[in-house]
């Protein structure tokens, strides 16, 4: 999906925000990536797949001894 979609020019500024914060949470959370191909070219959201997440040990886990 484009970025600019994701904020029609009819979005109250509030909107905006939410929107905003929302998207650089999913990134926070590994769940979406975002792409730019050259500078100031669009930017493309994605989903991560299941077959892209690495599994690693959560923080705070004992690894076995």
Wanted: glycine share 4%; hydrophobic share 45%.
């Amino acid at each position: 999906i484009a970025f600019s979609s994701l904020f029609p020019a009819n979005r109250t500024r509030k909107a905006f925000v939410v929107t905003f914060l929302a998207l650089l949470e999913l990134i926070r959370l590994k769940q979406v990536r975002v792409a730019q191909p050259d500078n100031f070219a669009e930017i493309h959201i994605a989903r991560v797949t299941d077959s892209e997440i690495e599994l690693t040990p959560t923080e705070g886990s004992v690894q076995g001894n």
